[in-house]
């Protein structure tokens, strides 16, 4: 009977073991993830793939949509826990400042091949404006404005610098501030009546397909060489990877590309929600869930890329 017993005993106990979850579950300070966006159509993007994945691990995203200054400030202060956008090195100044902190980590290069500087259409180059001193013999032109986008940018910092400084003969120039779409929508129209604009411009970015567009060179004080070259990084506020290690692998995970984030973009510029185009781009290439999701679980410790492929129905 003691021998019935313990074969009884053991087969429940494996049965249970294989029932049991494949690591502990997340803290439950985890679950909630505060994400911030600072209005860029590409973080919008990067942010929506993010969501998609977490709450079909069980997680729940909460992206708040704050200004560059403001986001970094909220990290500080323990108020977000990833940003997904910090492009380098146009936001070196707040990183230093938060690293001095202790406010930040690192997490991850999460694109590569960026790139952030003023631009003019290509029909304006055209004209003989490819440099940033091409610029000034043109100001009556330009109406001597530079537009921007969203006020507190580092980019529109850079801006503001040049022309105290009178570089490049810009020093009676004006910045107009503006909302990304507000920005573009100058552009638009400025394009139809094939007038002059000079104003920011980066990718990835369906901007770069929607309007036939040449960056400036001689930027590089200002935007870093090769027409402001950017890489763009993954930050956590310090101390969340650690008390969140699952978490902290996805966003680890996370890599993007720009032909990626150009279609996302433009599929979220045209009206579409956020998550559903995300969503909709991960059943046409499962094939980055599995590098993504290595070595991640959903929140309860159970299998990660087996549950996010049935939240997608693949």
């Known amino acids: ?20 979850p494949l690591h502990a579950a997340e803290h ?12 860029w159509t590409d973080i919008t993007a990067t942010n929506a793939v993010a969501s998609v994945l977490l709450e079909a691990l069980g997680y729940e995203p909460d ?13 500080k202060n323990g108020d977000i826990d990833v940003f997904l956008g910090n492009w380098m090195p146009a936001q070196s100044a707040f990183v230093e400042d938060l690293k001095k902190a202790d406010a930040v980590e690192i997490v991850n290069r999460n694109l590569e091949g960026a790139k952030f500087t003023l631009a003019v259409p290509s029909y304006v180059a055209e004209r003989g404006i490819k440099d940033f001193s091409d ?15 969203e006020a507190g940018a580092p980019a529109n910092a850079s801006i503001e610098k040049m022309i105290e400084a ?14 990304e779409q507000g920005m573009l929508s100058q552009v638009d129209r400025a394009a139809a009546k094939k007038g002059y604009i000079v104003f920011l411009a980066w990718a990835p970015h369906p901007m770069n397909n929607r309007f036939d567009i040449t960056y400036l ?8 060489p090769n027409y402001g070259g950017a890489e763009v990084y993954t930050l956590a506020r310090t101390g969340w990877p650690k008390m969140c290690p699952n978490g902290a692998t996805l966003f680890k995970n996370l890599t993007f590309d720009i032909a990626m984030e150009n279609m996302l973009m ?8 956020p998550k559903e185009a995300a969503a909709a781009w991960l059943n046409e290439n499962p094939q980055s869930l599995e590098k993504w999701l290595a070595g991640v679980t959903t929140f309860d410790g159970g299998p990660g890329l087996a549950s996010v492929k049935a939240s997608l129905g693949l």
């Open 28 to 39: 439950e300070a985890c679950k909630v993830i505060r994400m911030s966006d600072p209005g």
């Open 217 to 224: 060179s001689g930027g590089d004080v200002y935007f870093g």
């Open 63 to 75: 992206i708040k949509t704050l200004s560059v200054p403001i986001g970094y400030e909220s990290m």
């Open 266 to 273: 433009g599929k979220i510029l045209e009206g579409e929600e």
């Open 166 to 179: 009178n570089d490049f003969g810009l020093g009676d120039w004006q910045l107009v501030a503006s909302s």
């Open 135 to 149: 610029l000034q013999k043109y100001g009556e032109e330009f109406e001597r404005l530079i537009y921007g986008i």
């Open 1 to 20: 009977m003691n021998s019935v017993c313990a074969r009884f005993a053991i087969g429940l106990f494996l049965s249970l073991a294989g029932m049991a």
